[in-house]
T-cell receptor, first 112, second 113 residues
Framework: KNQVEQSPQSLIILEGKNCTLQ??????????LRWYKQDTGRGPVSLTIMTFSENTKSNGRYTATLDADTKQSSLHITASQLSDSASYICVVNKAAGNKLTFGGGTRVLVKP | SAVISQKPSRDICQRGTSLTIQCQVDSQVTMMFWYRQQPGQSLTLIATANQGSEATYESGFVIDKFPISRPNLTFSTLTVSNMSPEDSSIYLCSVRSDSYEQYFGPGTRLTVT
């Protein structure tokens, strides 16, 4: 079964600190992996898209990594800000059929 | 990038009634999708809205319950029919560009009483 598992389910961090979110997937055949940020009451917004050949991609203070061999990805948030409080969703695109498989998300709360 | 708007942004409806949600995109797109996000859950694909033909529904979703129209490449509607409290969710319109980037609308928060 094609799945995307994220951990932790939620975390609380202090403003200015770093954190790392994890994503493991079994989706095959793999096309690309995306990280989205979803603020409360809003639709998801894309942070990064990585294909099979990409190991690291950054978008400002967000850095995503991908290990296609172990089927793992991480999203690292550097120097967190209050505005980083949101849900972060890992999404894997299957190569055949253009179907996206969504992880359950990690809810991040940044406290001052 | 594509800018997506949805109407209404939220609504409270009585059970047994129907609600039509509109999705407007600021550019022509090939692929449009409708998702549901139940409270505390991630997104679930309801259907792919095909321009000029019937929508393609995912397992567990049927046309009688969620009729979809897509009259052109920038507009689509999703109707939630004969609503029950279990239909209370956020409904999101999404489009995919030629570069495989996928954009999401702001969502319509539906509460059924």
């Amino acid at each position: 079964k094609n799945q995307v598992e994220q951990s932790p389910q939620s975390l609380i961090i202090l403003e200015g600190k770093n954190c790392t979110l994890q994503c493991n997937y079994t989706v095959s055949p793999f096309s690309n992996l995306r990280w989205y940020k979803q603020d409360t009451g809003r639709g998801p917004v894309s942070l990064t898209i990585m294909t099979f050949s990409e190991n690291t991609k950054s978008n400002g203070r967000y850095t995503a990594t991908l290990d296609a061999d172990t089927k793992q990805s991480s999203l690292h948030i550097t120097a967190s800000q209050l505005s980083d409080s949101a849900s972060y969703i890992c999404v894997v695109n299957k190569a055949a059929g253009n179907k996206l498989t969504f992880g359950g998300g990690t809810r991040v709360l940044v406290k001052p | 990038s594509a800018v997506i708007s949805q109407k209404p942004s939220r609504d409270i409806c009585q059970r047994g009634t129907s609600l039509t949600i509109q999705c407007q995109v600021d550019s022509q797109v090939t692929m449009m999708f409708w998702y549901r996000q139940q409270p505390g859950q991630s997104l679930t694909l309801i259907a792919t809205a095909n321009q000029g033909s019937e929508a393609t529904y995912e397992s567990g979703f049927v046309i009688d319950k969620f009729p979809i129209s897509r009259p052109n490449l920038t507009f689509s509607t999703l109707t939630v029919s004969n609503m029950s409290p279990e239909d209370s969710s956020i409904y999101l319109c999404s489009v995919r560009s030629d570069s495989y980037e996928q954009y999401f609308g702001p969502g319509t928060r539906l509460t059924v009483t």
